[in-house]
């Protein structure tokens, strides 16, 4: 009835996905099984560029039928469909809506579109590499994703909040056998093996196929870069190193990189209780090897964690499943776990990270490691900013002067101390010879009976007062003499705040540092 079109398909029980390809029009379809039979990608990468080109075909029906063959294909159908994929919504050119439930219409995703045109770019190029079809145009060019695209996709790993992973953590620390989903005869699997899988998860930041295809004899232990056995009494538990082999992935070789002794207790101890069983054949290195996490001579499923354990430590730990970034997978577990590592007191390097998360490119890793706020607020405040461009002088304040009004008459009553001498200009702060006074008629030098007078009175008060530097007075501070001769010269023109210049003052060119004193604010 539904193909016939009088009703909608019925949903799909499972994860069963529909066998063929219904819609796609000829020859399109058959390039397309070709390609898919021929290319060396993975499977699951197969699979999603063969659904988003049967898209591309559905389109290709509706609104271009003369290209339906990629043999035709040319620049102006390129942009067309770049045009399209910009302005595609939920469940358009799709063979199956059951699925997409209140999404249906909504606009897709900016990182969508680029993984649509991905796909294309690979299918159509792949056809021209091997001369199924002439080349006519530039793939990378013609198919390229916009800018207006490409600047809406950014690095957002989906980490999940500190106070809810630290549940978790406590949950898989005391996972017990209650807290296990099983039947009245108890759990398919034993205790160590999901205990050791639970600890996996959360302190090795593996992916959830890296962990299902972990090998017996993974974990091994060193204790100041020498090989130590596990069981060894002569050295503590927490100064022993525990290594875990990674077998190959999708990113990288097999390599090795430490986690926490507490992973390499919990694998050990289930090694002790796991049965002797066959080989398993792992498909990605084409090797017959003793998987770690097996039972019965069948291996953990790869989505164990994310149906089983993940809900089941969720409602140990009080938690629910899923947060504003969405359910709680597997796969988060390594954002989060990187982003605490980048985010440490004694941080890992963003180099050292991709070497242990096992990334061929530190571009990979920046799609884990988010630097929190706390940890860009402290940066920010270490490296002091404001605080750089002010500097304390002493400065005298004469109280009689204020008391009896002769201030507002005119007479100092601020003397500024420059070292070699004190400056009554009371905008001291604002002359641009205060780092080298010129002397004018506002200095009064140390050695002269004023100046004596002015330090001997009793009443006089010692305050300090915040100057904001420019850059080549702070240079003038921070570099010595050399960079204070510079500013003389520079300054040799600009009047004073009496009226001449140092030129006009014949001045010498040399001069002292000005006193200055660095003080740091309290925190309270």
Not at 306 to 311: D, E, H, K, V, Y
Not at 478 to 487: C, E, F, P, V
């Amino acid at each position: 009835m539904a193909d016939l079109g009088y009703c909608r398909a019925p949903v799909r029980p499972g994860f069963n996905h529909a066998p063929g390809l219904a819609g796609v029009p000829q020859p399109w379809s058959t390039y397309l099984q070709r390609w898919y039979d021929t290319s060396t990608l993975t499977a699951a990468v197969r699979n999603n560029i063969r659904t988003n080109m049967a898209k591309t075909g559905r389109w290709l029906a509706a609104e271009h039928p003369d290209a339906v063959d990629p043999a035709h294909w040319t620049r102006s159908t390129c942009a067309n469909w770049v045009a399209a994929v910009d302005k595609m919504a939920v469940g358009d050119y799709v063979q199956r809506v059951d699925h997409l439930h209140g999404r249906l219409g909504d606009p897709i995703a900016p990182r969508t579109k680029s993984h649509i045109l991905m796909g294309t770019r690979t299918f159509l190029r792949d056809l021209q590499e091997w001369e199924w079809i002439p080349r006519r145009f530039d793939t990378n060019r013609a198919l390229a994703v916009p800018r207006t695209i490409s600047a809406l996709i950014s690095t957002d790993p989906r980490v999940i909040a500190d106070e809810v992973w630290a549940k978790l953590l406590w949950a898989g620390l005391n996972l017990q056998a209650p807290d296990l989903p099983g039947t009245s005869a108890g759990s398919y699997y034993p205790l160590e093996l999901i205990r050791a899988l639970a600890l996996t998860w959360l302190f090795s930041g593996l992916r959830s196929d890296e962990i299902s295809r972990l090998r017996v004899g993974c974990v091994r232990w060193q204790h100041e870069g020498q090989p130590i056995d596990g069981a060894s009494r002569e050295v503590l538990a927490e100064q022993a190193v525990c290594l875990l082999d990674v077998p190959v992935n999708k990113t990288s070789t097999a390599f090795t990189k430490p986690v926490d002794p507490i992973v390499g207790q919990a694998v050990e101890a289930w090694q002790a209780l796991r049965p002797a069983q066959p080989e398993r054949f792992d498909a990605k290195t084409n090797e017959h090897v003793d998987l770690l996490f097996s039972v019965r001579a069948h291996p953990v499923a790869k989505n164990y964690i994310n149906r089983t354990l993940i809900p089941a430590l969720c409602e140990k730990a009080g938690v629910p499943t899923a947060d504003v970034r969405g359910n709680i997978t597997s796969h988060r577990a390594r954002s989060t776990i990187a982003s605490q590592l980048y985010n440490a007191k004694e941080p890992m390097t963003l180099f050292e990270l991709q070497a242990w998360l096992g990334h061929r490119s530190p571009t990979s890793t920046q799609h884990y490691a988010k630097i929190t706020p706390n940890t860009l607020t402290r940066a920010y405040t270490e490296a002091g900013y404001f605080s750089r461009n002010l500097r304390t002088i002493e400065v005298l304040v004469d109280r009689d002067a204020v008391a009896s009004g002769a201030a507002a008459g005119g007479e100092p009553w601020q003397h500024y101390d420059l070292g070699h001498g004190y400056c009554t200009y009371s905008f001291f702060e604002q002359c641009q010879h205060r780092m080298a006074c010129a002397r004018c008629d506002f200095y009064t030098p140390k050695d002269s009976t004023q100046a004596q007078l002015l330090e001997a009175k009793a009443n006089l008060q010692r305050m300090l007062i915040s100057i904001p530097l420019t850059d080549d007075e702070r240079a003038a501070v921070d570099d010595g003499q050399a960079a204070l001769d510079a500013l003389l010269d520079r300054l040799s023109e600009v009047p004073t705040p009496a009226g001449p210049s140092p030129r006009d003052l014949n001045r010498p060119t040399t001069s002292a540092l000005l006193p200055i004193v660095e003080v740091r604010q309290g925190t309270r």
